[in-house]
Each structure stands twice: as structure tokens, then as C-alpha cells.
């Protein structure tokens, strides 16, 4: 079992920036690849950026290529998503995940989820 909890998000203008956080539970943290994921209102969730166990594969969704970095540190349990040049179209609310299969997040799947972080960019 591996509990997820995000922090970080909040209110910022376009061009800013903002780094979440995602601290997980239990001893299993590095077996699991990490995803971000994303869901704006009236839409569906959209993946975001994953890194692998080791963090030495990443793998970005087009939309946040170059502006975003997902980075972990297995030590501290946390997976972070740096968001830099933020976009008034990156409002969402931010949701970490966790599976051991690296393909299961590629495909939107994932068998842990937190339960999100607003992020809001005005613009």
C-alpha cells in the first residue's frame, strides 16, 4: 500500500512558477515509477510527466515539454514536478501516482493516486 499526499499548488501569474510536491508512504517508494497527472474542470485527466524507479527515464506529455521537469528523491519519499513559464491553460488540479509498471502510467493508469493540488495561473 502507498499513500500519496501533493502540496504546493495555489494561485500564480502566467510566466511564473510553482513546484509541487508528492510525499509517499510505506518503504516500497523506489519500486514505483511516479507520474503527474492533470484535470481541469469539464475535462478529462491528462497525463502530465512520469520518471522511472531509478529516475533515470522521464517521459513529458507535448504540452509541458521544456517547461516542466519531474525529478525524485527516494531517499526523502518524493516525487517533485517543477512548472516553470506556467500558461493560464495549465490551470488544473495536480495528481501524483505511483505504479511499478512504468507503461501503466504512460497509459494513464496507475495503481496508487493522491488526491490532488489546485493550481490556478491567472493571466
Not at 504546493?8 to 511564473?16: F, K, T
Not at 524507479?53 to 526523502?76: E, H, L, M
Not at 507503461?103 to 496507475?110: D, I, N, T, V
Request: overall charge positive.
Amino acid at each position: 500500500q502507498v499513500r500519496l499526499v501533493e502540496s504546493g499548488g495555489g494561485l500564480v501569474q502566467a510566466g511564473g512558477s510553482l513546484r509541487l510536491s508528492c510525499a509517499a508512504s510505506g518503504r516500497t517508494f523506489s519500486r514505483h515509477a511516479m507520474g503527474w497527472f492533470r484535470q481541469a474542470p469539464g475535462k478529462e485527466r491528462d497525463f502530465v510527466a512520469c520518471i522511472s524507479q531509478s529516475g533515470g527515464d522521464t517521459y513529458y506529455a507535448d504540452s509541458v515539454k521544456g517547461r516542466f521537469t519531474i525529478s525524485r528523491d527516494n531517499a526523502k519519499n518524493t516525487v517533485y514536478l517543477e512548472m516553470n513559464s506556467l500558461k493560464p491553460e495549465d490551470t488544473a488540479v495536480y495528481s501524483c501516482a505511483a505504479d511499478q509498471a512504468w507503461s501503466a502510467l504512460l497509459a494513464g493508469r496507475g495503481a496508487y493516486w493522491g488526491q490532488g493540488t489546485q493550481v490556478t495561473v491567472s493571466s
